[in-house]
């Protein structure tokens, strides 16, 4: 939870006996993420890992002040 969202990028997903796992870069490491964990600062959980990108619900402070959910997600980045 100490970098932002846009430093990670999914490169990949596992089924692992029927559960799914995103393959997230960050710095030039790998990292395995499953559903239920957290990243980014904004207090973000892992809510769904797909073949094309991972979703994140997010919780930031609004205008007036108030604490909200949002959806974030992290798509799948093409092999180049």
Same mark, same amino acid.
């Given at each position: 939870?100490?970098?932002?969202?846009?430093?990670?990028?999914?490169?990949?997903?596992?089924?692992?006996?029927?559960?799914?796992?995103?393959?997230?870069?960050?710095?030039?490491?790998?990292?395995?993420?499953?559903?239920g964990?957290?990243?980014? *600062? =904004?207090?973000?959980?892992?809510?769904?890992?797909? @073949?094309?990108? !991972?979703? /994140?619900? %997010?919780?930031? *402070? =609004?205008?007036?002040?108030?604490?909200?959910?949002? @959806?974030?997600v !992290?798509? /799948?980045? %093409?092999?180049?």
């Amino acid at each position: 939870e100490a970098y932002p969202l846009d430093s990670f990028s999914m490169v990949g997903y596992l089924d692992k006996r029927g559960s799914r796992v995103a393959l997230v870069r960050r710095g030039g490491l790998i990292y395995q993420v499953a559903e239920g964990m957290h990243m980014g *600062q =904004n207090h973000g959980k892992v809510i769904q890992i797909a @073949e094309h990108a !991972l979703s /994140l619900r %997010e919780t930031v *402070q =609004n205008s007036l002040g108030e604490w909200v959910h949002r @959806e974030a997600v !992290l798509p /799948l980045q %093409e092999a180049r």
